[in-house]
């Protein structure tokens, strides 16, 4: 049996202000497999983005296990964790998170020059991912002189150029019109069924929430309902109205 790309084991993290301890995840218990569309949705303050950053490494759990591809990451050191971060996944954040004084090739080819590849190579890899993305022509503009969706594609062609088998997307569309949101979940899609890299979103947008195959829902910091919205190999092109969930599992 083939072991799920990723799987969480009962996350807890739990932050201290003062006297005051605050949850921001508990106990979540999950798996995503390989080629997976899913999103983490919920309100402001439901704990997505606290457990988006501990699937990806990014922040460590108070207690539980985070499993990546059937290896316990929970125990790796930064710099198993740092090395499992660059080769695996991918990440696009709500803030873009460009280096303003590099142009779009130079912040795409930032991740490969991490891991130490030749200069050409990475050069290279980085303009095949603009234009994957559609920004062919705009590879030395830095991040002042493109729009914000031209900005969050430019996020989006760094997290892939390295060839993740998962990116975690927090919120992507959070800072983006209505016509540049649907043009990136597009972008999200055709990308998904091209490269079949698994995909697990963040958010409360009710567009990236209806493009989903499957909805896990976070109420302070729970899951509680984890629904498969659509069958395996199919993305809806709009909100699926309500109860229309295949199936269920509360957690």
């Known amino acids: 049996m083939t072991e799920p790309l990723l799987s969480a084991e009962r996350l807890t993290r739990v932050y201290r202000l003062g006297e005051e301890a605050v949850v921001g995840v508990q106990e979540a218990t999950f798996s995503v497999e390989a080629g997976e569309f899913a999103v983490l949705a919920g309100p402001s303050g439901s704990g997505k983005t606290t457990l988006l950053n501990l699937l990806g490494l990014l922040d460590t759990p108070d207690s539980g296990r985070l499993l990546f591809e059937g290896?316990?990451?929970?125990?790796?050191?930064?710099?198993?964790?740092?090395?499992?971060?660059?080769?695996?996944?991918?990440?696009?954040?709500?803030?873009?998170?460009?280096?303003?004084?590099?142009?779009?090739?130079?912040?795409?080819?930032?991740?490969?020059?991490?891991?130490?590849?030749?200069?050409?190579?990475?050069?290279?890899?980085?303009?095949?991912?603009?234009?994957?993305?559609?920004?062919?022509?705009?590879?030395?503009?830095?991040?002042?002189?493109?729009?914000?969706?031209?900005?969050?594609?430019?996020?989006?062609?760094?997290?892939?150029?390295?060839?993740?088998?998962?990116?975690?997307?927090?919120?992507?569309?959070?800072?983006?019109?209505?016509?540049?949101?649907?043009?990136?979940?597009?972008?999200?899609?055709?990308?998904?069924?091209?490269?079949?890299?698994?995909?697990?979103?963040?958010?409360?947008?009710?567009?990236?929430?209806?493009r989903a195959r499957r909805r896990i829902d976070l109420i302070d910091g729970r899951i509680v309902s984890d629904v498969t919205v659509s069958p395996a190999g199919t993305i809806p092109t709009a909100a699926p109205p309500s109860g229309s969930g295949r199936e269920g599992t509360p957690s």
């Open 71 to 210: 290896r316990d990451a929970s125990s790796l050191d930064e710099t198993s964790r740092a090395r499992l971060r660059r080769e695996k996944l991918g990440f696009v954040f709500q803030a873009h998170q460009l280096i303003p004084v590099l142009s779009a090739e130079e912040n795409v080819a930032f991740a490969l020059w991490l891991r130490e590849l030749p200069e050409q190579q990475c050069r290279s890899r980085a303009r095949q991912a603009l234009r994957d993305v559609g920004l062919e022509g705009l590879e030395s503009r830095r991040p002042g002189a493109l729009s914000g969706g031209q900005r969050q594609r430019v996020a989006v062609a760094r997290a892939l150029v390295g060839e993740p088998a998962l990116i975690l997307a927090d919120e992507p569309t959070a800072s983006l019109d209505s016509a540049t949101s649907e043009r990136l979940l597009d972008l999200f899609v055709e990308l998904h069924r091209s490269r079949r890299v698994a995909f697990l979103f963040s958010s409360h947008d009710p567009r990236i929430i209806g």
